[in-house]
């Protein structure tokens, strides 16, 4: 099984920035994938990044250009720095592993963190 938490969300001004971070354990050589996602209450919850196991990033054009993703599978770490925040940033950010377990993909989520941005 594998296990991930976020941490890093908080308070943050407009025009700021913040470093999430997802720290993956358990069966972690079964992760291939990790992406972030952010979620709004009462929208659908939005692909932000995705990092494969050899560290290529993939970007949603809403983000590219603000965020970057990295990975270090030394530390068990996935981290997003996101900058240049505004408001329709605030929501809820989760990350997500995608985990084979006897040849099938499994996903796996942490519980997510709350970035709120303040105008």
């Known amino acids: 099984q594998v296990q991930l938490v976020e941490s890093g969300g908080g308070l943050v001004q407009v025009g700021g920035s913040l470093r999430l971070s997802c720290a993956f354990a358990?069966?972690?050589?079964?992760?291939?994938?990790i992406g972030w996602y952010r979620q709004v209450p009462g929208k659908q919850r939005e692909l932000l990044a995705r990092i494969s196991n050899l560290g290529n990033p993939n970007y949603a054009d809403s983000v590219k250009g603000r965020f970057t993703i990295s990975r270090d599978n030394a530390k068990n770490m996935v981290y997003l720095e996101m900058n240049r925040l505004n408001p329709e940033d605030t929501a809820v950010y989760s990350c997500?592993?995608?985990?084979?377990?006897?040849?099938?993909?499994?996903?796996?989520w942490g519980r997510g963190t709350q970035v709120t941005v303040s105008s």
């Open positions: 997500n592993a995608i985990t084979w377990v006897r040849g099938a993909p499994i996903e796996v």
């Open positions: 358990g069966n972690t050589a079964s992760i291939s994938d």
